[in-house]
């Protein structure tokens, strides 16, 4: 994932390597090369992150969902807190069972504080769950709020995004079996509106990410699709006019090997201004068998 984790105007690429037991920090710049990364030993990490500075110190920190007992179960979140001058001195396991998976921190209640929305596809009535944070690095939940149903099986390429929020209500993009789901969702949890959402060029989703893409201060979705042997685009889709898309270069197409990018973030790597795509390599159609990282720029973005 590509998110400014130092504060610095360059979004850091952000890889979490399941079978290293490690997130690879690659710090952006205005060269736009990866270097040596920043390594954080986590346990066997999932894909499923979020980002925020959920103990209100001023430094960005980095929640994971991790595999304490092995795969291919979750059962806890773990919290590097940040430390600033790119550290992450101390870290915080928050227990919770059910496979917590896809998940995305916003101050969903209005309280000031942020909390953790989060898909439990294990539990016994498989939810997406409200964990109200209080500021300090800890969240309730003892009893979380069952927002909005889910499928019951694990969905490794499922991500949850903020598009906007207005008083009383925030808007969501999130993917359910590689679908593109549009929810409202207000202050007190309630989801006022849920709607599968039609991508055109994008036949199975994989992973969406949220920016301003066209230099018109509105916030667009970015789509990127499970990568296929007959097609593989990344769709914007714009918030005032119909989507965009651009299909794989060479590098992000299958090759003969069985080796496909799954792209896994967007953002601006090296402060140019354009678009960068983050992904990682993997066998068959399992995104969680990382095998590398590429930075790949989206030099022309196809609008009028």
């Known amino acids: ?18 079978l290293g037991e490690s997130i690879e920090l690659y710090w952006g710049n205005i060269a736009g090369t990866l270097g040596t990364p920043l390594s954080l030993a986590s346990g066997r990490v999932s894909p499923h992150m979020a980002f925020g500075d959920v103990d209100e110190d001023g430094h960005q920190d980095i929640l ?86 889910i499928p019951a099986s694990p969905d490794d390429g499922a991500n ?19 679908a593109v789901w549009r929810l409202d969702i207000t202050d007190a949890g309630v989801v006022v509106s849920a709607a599968r959402q039609v991508v055109p ?16 201060d509105q916030p667009d979705l970015i789509v ?12 914007i889709q714009r918030s005032t006019t119909p989507a965009a898309s651009c299909d794989y270069d060479s ?26 795509l983050v992904g990682r390599a993997a066998c068959c159609e399992q995104p969680t068998s990382t095998l590398d990282l590429y930075i790949r720029r989206w030099l022309d973005p196809p609008f009028d």
């Open 1 to 18: 994932m590509l998110y400014d984790l130092d504060a610095d105007g360059f979004d850091d690429a952000v890889y979490p390597c399941q």
């Open 64 to 149: 994971v969902a991790l595999q304490g007992e092995g795969p291919p179960f979750t059962d806890r979140i773990r919290i590097f807190f940040g430390g600033g001058m790119r550290t992450f001195p101390r870290q915080s396991d928050i227990m919770f069972d059910g496979n917590p998976r896809a998940m995305v921190l916003t101050d969903l209640d209005a309280d000031g504080h942020l909390d953790l929305l989060m898909d439990r596809p294990g539990a016994a009535d498989a939810c997406m769950v409200l964990l109200p944070g209080n500021g300090r690095g800890l969240f309730d939940t003892v009893d979380p709020l069952c927002v909005w149903s």
């Open 251 to 276: 590098g992000f197409a299958p090759n003969a090997d069985g080796l496909a990018l799954w792209i896994l973030g967007a953002g601006d790597f090296n402060g140019d201004g354009l678009i960068d």
């Open 201 to 216: 060029g994008v036949e199975r989703a994989a992973h969406l990410t949220v920016l301003e893409a066209d230099g018109d």
């Open 160 to 178: 949850i995004v903020v598009v906007a929020r207005e008083p009383g209500v925030t808007h969501f993009a999130r993917v359910v079996s590689e």
């Open 224 to 235: 990127a699709s499970v990568p296929m042997a007959t097609s593989g685009p990344v769709v």
